[in-house]
């Protein structure tokens, strides 16, 4: 079965300044990856998507994922974090049966 | 276009009794699934229906059943409720694919 791991579970960056979160995963195929931002209280948001193709993917809110075969990885990246960006940040994997998996998450604060 | 709506978005429950949570997926898809996210942690797959039937079942005990109705919305009923079932219950509806559109979630507390 796949499975998902971020391992930064808090990580503080001054507005501005460029954010790069990571997510590896394991699975035996190419994988469907995601990543997701969730405001305390809320739902989940997607904020881009892999399935193939181009392995650099942007999404929405000026953020980016690259997908490493090589490394399992799809790290989110954004050049410059506005103080709107604090939030929870879920990558998720999914199979061929669309079975998907999140890992425990990253907990996003901008300082001012 | 509506997304996903949940109902209800908050409730208060004591052990032992049983809770239905509620979803109505976008219009046209016929996929849903539920997750459960306890406080600090990811979510955790409970369920997944497709056109009315059972496509996936995650690792939680036989208290939490659901199921989807001719018009793809869907209900998760958990009986004989723990404490440890407080979490934020999310539903997700898709077309089919992996792409998952979620729900805002709602917030069981059991007491």
């Known amino acids: 079965a796949q499975s998902v791991t971020q391992p930064d579970i808090h990580i503080t960056v001054s507005e501005g300044a460029s954010l790069e979160l990571r997510c590896n995963y394991s699975y035996g195929a190419t994988p469907y990856l995601f990543w997701y931002v969730q405001s305390p209280g809320q739902g989940l948001q997607l904020l881009l998507k892999?399935?193939?193709?181009?392995?650099l993917v942007q999404g929405i809110k000026g953020f980016e994922a690259e997908f490493k075969r090589s490394q399992s990885s799809f790290n989110l990246r954004k050049p410059s974090v506005h103080w709107s960006d604090a939030a929870e940040y879920f990558c998720a994997v999914a199979d061929n049966n669309n079975d998907m998996r999140f890992g425990a998450g990253t907990r996003l604060t901008v300082k001012p | 276009d509506a997304g996903v709506t949940q109902s209800p978005t908050h409730l208060i429950k004591t052990r032992g009794q049983h809770v239905t949570l509620r979803c109505s997926p976008i219009?046209?898809?016929?996929?849903v699934s539920w997750y459960q996210q306890v406080l600090g942690q990811g979510p955790q797959f409970i369920f997944q229906?497709?056109?009315?039937?059972?496509?996936g079942r995650g690792n939680f005990p036989d208290r939490f059943s659901a199921r989807q109705f001719p018009n793809y919305s869907s209900e998760l009923n958990v009986n004989a409720l723990l404490l440890g079932d407080s979490a934020l219950y999310l539903c997700a509806s898709s077309l089919g694919s992996a792409l998952r559109n979620f729900g805002q979630g709602t917030r069981l507390t059991v007491v």
């Open positions: 892999y399935f193939s193709g181009d392995t």
């Open positions: 229906y497709y056109e009315k039937e059972e496509r």
């Open positions: 219009s046209g898809h016929k996929s």
